[in-house]
């Protein structure tokens, strides 16, 4: 089977894109709080990829996003880029030193929590008087809710998609 790396990396970064939208119009309490529907993607390149294709798709993603939705060059997104970094840092270490003793699942979670603690401590410098002691618990159950429900619908979609024979390893 030919190796279908750079489409299969592609459809990845649609899906993110297009999650990434339909996410930025589901309301918020704070710029840093959402469900984040465009790990999926990501959870998913990390796992079939590795590190430096996730950061390459959550890059992508952050500037595309940001470019559709009118945030580029504004505190969203510096926030967005800087969480979608740390997000692909956190899973891509993860997935190498724990090599598959992880689940999706558990690298959604940790991806999620480690874009939000980011977004957060970087907030604290742009707006001052922010109360992180007082969020930082919250934020991090949420990022355990969130990251859980986005890395089971990544590990649905990557049955699904093994199953039709889209993103499948090549062989050989």
Known sequence: MPDRGGKDLTVLILMATALGVI??????????????LANVAAVIAVVRYGFLK????????????????????TPSFLLSVAGAVASAVVM????KVL??????TGLSVAGAVASLWTQLLLAT???????????????????????????????????????????RKAEG
Do not use: H, Y
């Not at 119009?25 to 959402?34: A, D, T, Y």
């Open 23 to 36: 996410d930025s119009f589901i309301p918020r309490p704070l710029p840093f709080m959402k469900i984040g």
């Open 54 to 73: 996730t950061l390459e798709l959550n890059l992508l993603r952050a500037f595309a996003v940001a470019l559709i939705t009118g945030l580029l060059a």
């Open 92 to 95: 891509g270490g993860l997935r």
């Open 99 to 104: 090599s598959g003793k992880l689940s999706i």
């Open 125 to 167: 410098l742009i707006l001052a008087g922010l109360p992180l002691q007082n969020i930082v618990l919250f934020l991090t159950l949420w990022g355990v809710i969130s990251g859980g429900a986005v890395g089971l619908l990544a590990q649905k979609t990557v049955n699904r998609s093994f199953n039709i024979g889209v993103l």
